[in-house]
């Protein structure tokens, strides 16, 4: 379905889905879950996912040569299967299961990092980065030497591509960089970006935590090098995480974790590594959590994720409108139509910690804080921010309920 068709979307249907949605709380306040940032909900069909595997399918997998444990091999790579087609990605082999997008980039800056780069060589980043997309570069830069620079972004959130463009020299080995911010929502010109960075001969890491439950994604049409994604932020279980990588840097790159599952042989004076994507699965593997991850994405190919982002980008302009309707609120990130389900906003004179819980008692969650990204903070000039991140099952009757709670709380602090 185009972007451009109407929408076949039903959105109490779809919030039956999430037993959740139906928990009420301090009384008599339906929960409001606008936390979806930090972590999504998961339908019937994931949790039922889990508990079958539990019931009827579970051993280790890649070991036993016992019926279950090739039951639960077969439904594992069946999961991987699922990531590939979902990321439309060329091959399984450049699917690596770890437990979480900030391991995925650990595992780039430990493996590649450490065998490639080099004093004075230069990692491109840019100012709207989380925590986890920063702090593995700045640990690379200490063990190798090499040096981190930060693309600039303009003070309503937009990356400020000139400047990346004067950044990107020779120099750049690597560039990484969210596709969706976290906090401001801005929506990066991947594609652009990608294929100026392979232009200056580096190769390009995407942290896709924001967008790959949101929007869809196709790994070869954007010539990605590596992807990082999680399995939580997608309806998925928490504890598992996506590294894609072209296979070609896989093949180059030395496992990063060693243990069991990852060598083809090992005698006392050494091992050999076995074949991708086994190389980077040390141990026991997230089993459980993968399968349930296959289990998130085909509930989200049933709906659509061009209909995802047509929803999203719904709730994001109501939440703009009712937000600009209040005094004092300062929105962060650009316009609505630049942005994802992410708005994150600073009311005068109230601290986020104490908006937050305000809206708690109203029933509604959101985040409070620097979000993990305390650099971008500090760019925007704020200590904290609160940050409402919507999904497809939210609506725009709660984001009219958002609106009346932060009056509410103005009330509260005299600050009408
Ligand atoms: N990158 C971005 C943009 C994120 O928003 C997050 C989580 O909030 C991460 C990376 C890290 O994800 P995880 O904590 O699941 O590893």
């Not at 703009?320 to 992410?342: F, M, Q, Y």
């Amino acid at each position: 379905m185009s972007a451009a068709e109407p929408i076949q979307f039903d959105p109490d249907v779809v919030r039956a889905d999430f037993p959740i949605l139906n928990t009420v709380l301090h009384g008599d306040k339906r929960l409001v879950y606008f936390d979806n940032a930090a972590t999504t909900q998961r339908p019937r069909q994931v949790i039922d996912a889990l508990v079958n595997v539990y019931e009827h399918q579970y051993a280790n997998v890649h070991r036993g040569i016992h019926w279950l444990s090739e039951q639960s091999t077969d439904l594992y790579e069946d999961a991987r299967e699922s990531v590939r087609r979902f990321i439309h990605a060329r091959d399984c082999l450049e699917i690596v299961f770890t437990t979480g997008a900030t391991a995925a980039i650990n595992l780039v800056a430990r493996s590649w990092g450490d065998r490639f780069m080099k004093a004075g060589d230069e990692i491109l980043l840019t100012e709207m980065e989380h925590h986890s997309n920063i702090v593995p570069w700045q640990q690379l830069a200490e063990r190798t030497g090499c040096l981190l620079r930060f693309a600039p972004i303009s003070d309503d959130g937009r990356l400020l591509v000139d400047e990346f463009d004067r950044l990107l020299t020779p120099r750049t080995r690597l560039v990484a960089f969210t596709a969706i911010s976290n906090v401001l929502g801005t929506i990066n010109p991947t594609a652009e970006l990608i294929a100026k960075a392979h232009d200056a001969g580096a190769i390009v890491l995407i942290d896709a935590a924001q967008s790959a439950p949101h929007q869809s994604l196709d790994v070869q049409q954007l010539d990605a090098d590596f992807v990082a994604f999680s399995g939580h932020k997608m309806l998925g279980p928490s504890g598992v995480g996506i590294l894609y990588g072209r296979e070609r840097l896989l093949e180059e790159m030395p496992p990063f974790l060693g243990g069991g599952s990852m060598i083809r042989r090992v005698t006392l004076n050494g091992f050999e590594p076995a074949d991708l994507p086994a190389k980077f699965e040390a141990g026991t593997p997230p089993i459980v959590p993968a399968l349930g991850l296959a289990a998130a994405i085909k509930y989200l190919e049933g709906i659509g994720m061009q209909n995802i982002a047509q929803i999203e980008r719904t709730l994001t302009a109501r939440a703009h409108t009712v937000l600009n309707e209040i005094d004092g609120i300062r929105i962060l990130g650009p316009s609505p139509s630049e942005k994802a389900g992410i708005v994150s906003f600073v009311v005068d004179g109230i601290h986020a910690h104490d908006i937050a819980q305000i809206l708690d008692q109203y029933g509604i969650a959101i985040r409070a804080g620097h979000h993990c990204a305390m650099p971008l903070h500090k760019r925007l000039g704020v200590a904290a921010s609160n940050r409402a991140s919507f999904y497809f099952y939210n609506t725009e009757e709660e984001i009219d309920r958002l609106g009346e709670a932060i009056r509410g709380a103005k009330r509260i602090f005299r600050r009408n």
